[in-house]
């Protein structure tokens, strides 16, 4: 166990701080940033970085470094906002289904199936096409995208739990069901939530960074990781730093969410105990 430990301590500590960092950007994004994001001043456009403007300034002359604050503020709430939203879809949907089974089981798990049959950035493109390229359009149309796989997982899990031993223990002393669900199943599937829901961050950050990149995320002049990489691609051999500062947050933030999220799966993993 000791042996273990210090095996996970490097990923889990890298992983954990690089998250850290991204986190108190997008506090600090929030709350404070140098300059104005939105503030455009013509005569300072294409600067590269300097004692004014550490990290230089864009097309407009807006200050990248209060551009990326702000963008991983955007970002970050975007995305743990659709983690969340497709957790407690995915979470109700998959104890439903797991659970009750029977016909509730087989219609749950033809619509997820269907769902399944689509990329997920491809159906969040399609929902995006309906309900239009805002902040809670894409929340919905990737909460939506990455539902089933929630629903898959907490399937899994309850059917596992529903037969156990305990379980049926706390049927037989006289136990609701909704008790048992709330004392013995939920509980239980923590886990591989957790798990799968690190994963989730990365993913959505990447498909929300893929989609302003494509025009179809959060709209300017508000920032976000994406659309200022997709901003960047007529100024890359005049100002490489437009492209090279947000796609290095990008792969950061994805390498601290990748390394957390391995550590977690090898310490909730009984099969590594």
Request: charged content about 10%; proline content about 5%.
């Amino acid at each position: 166990m000791i042996r273990r430990k210090i095996t996970l301590a490097p990923n889990a500590l890298v992983g954990g701080v690089l998250i850290a960092i991204v986190a108190l950007a997008g506090l600090i994004g929030f709350i404070w940033t140098p300059y104005d994001p939105g503030r455009i001043n013509i005569l300072a456009r294409l600067q590269g970085p300097e004692a004014g403007h550490w990290f230089g300034t864009d097309e407009f002359g807006r200050d990248v470094m209060s551009r990326l604050l702000a963008g991983a503020s955007a970002s970050l709430s975007i995305s743990l906002t659709t983690v969340a939203f497709a957790l407690v879809l995915g979470i109700t949907f998959g104890l439903i289904s797991g659970y009750l089974r029977g016909i509730t089981d087989r219609i749950i798990m033809m619509i997820t199936d269907t769902l399944l049959a689509f990329p997920g950035i491809l159906l969040a493109l399609g929902l995006l096409s309906i309900v239009g390229n805002n902040r809670y359009g894409i929340v919905f149309a990737l909460g939506l995208a990455y539902t089933p796989a929630v629903i898959r997982i907490m399937r899994g899990t309850v059917m596992g739990l529903r037969e156990a031993e305990f379980v049926t223990a706390s049927r037989v002393i006289g136990h609701n069901e909704l008790t048992i669900l709330r004392r013995h199943v939920l509980p239980n599937c923590i886990a591989p939530l957790t798990v799968l829901a690190t994963s989730m961050l990365g993913w959505v950050l990447i498909a929300e960074s893929a989609l302003s990149f494509l025009g179809l995320g959060v709209p300017p002049p508000e920032p976000t990781w994406g659309n200022m990489l997709a901003a960047s691609r007529t100024y890359l051999a005049q100002a490489p730093w437009l492209a090279l500062l947000p796609g290095a947050c990008i792969s950061l933030a994805l390498l601290g969410v990748n390394l957390l999220g391995d550590a977690l799966r090898d310490y909730l993993d009984p099969r590594m105990q």
